[in-house]
C-alpha cells in the first residue's frame, strides 16, 4: 500500500513540475515583450537626437574632402 502513495505522490510532482515550466514559458515571454517595447520607446525618444548627431558628423567629414 505504501508503494501507492509513494507513486501518487510522484506523479502529482510530475504533474507540478509541468505546469511550473508552462509558467516559467509565460514568465520569460512577457520578460521578452516587455524588453522589446522598452527598446523601440527608447529608440523612438532618441532616435531624432542620433539622426541628427550623425547628419552634423556626415557634413563635417563631407566639408573636409
Known sequence: MRWLSV??????FKRSDRNERGAT???????AS????AAIVVIA??????L???QEA???IKSLW
Open 7 to 12: 507513486y501518487l505522490l510522484c506523479l502529482l
Open 58 to 60: 556626415y557634413d563635417s
Open 45 to 50: 525618444l532618441i532616435g531624432g537626437d542620433v
Open 34 to 37: 516587455t524588453i522589446a517595447i
Open 52 to 54: 541628427a548627431y550623425f
Open 25 to 31: 514559458v509565460v514568465e520569460y515571454g512577457i520578460l
